[in-house]
């Protein structure tokens, strides 16, 4: 059962989208910041596969934040950034979201840590 006391990381949500240059051009597939939030963070248990004949190991972890009208419009297409004193330290894609107790108190997110582009934060 998480408890406030459990949020103790912070969880920045961004999406992908255009946004104008400088000079008055588009740059598109630009990740665009929305909101953040108190957030638990828990590792699961992780996985490896094989992609392009290598061997790669994934880590999943569960983030839960509050349920509220911010929170009910993460998509998949989003990801997720953890943030210290308000510098990014690793990056997720979401893979679920859900109510899991259907109590609208918590949504809590399945993520992928690294993946979301590339894990270096620099866009698609």
Known sequence: MTTAGDLKWRVRFDKQG?????????LNNQWIEQF??????????????????????TQPYRIR???DS????IEMSW?????????????FAL???EDMD???????????QGVADGGDGAGA
Do not use: C, H
């Open 102 to 112: 259907r109590s609208r108190e918590w949504l809590t997110l399945l993520a992928v």
């Open 65 to 67: 934040v509050r349920f």
């Open 36 to 57: 953040s939030r108190a957030a638990e963070i828990v590792a699961l248990a992780g996985g490896e596969g094989v992609q392009a004949q290598r061997l790669t190991g």
């Open 79 to 91: 990801r997720g950034v953890e943030l210290l004193n308000g510098v990014p330290q690793r990056y």
């Open 70 to 73: 911010m929170t009910r419009t």
């Open 95 to 97: 893979k679920t979201a």
């Open 18 to 26: 255009s946004v104008e240059d400088p000079f008055g051009g588009t």
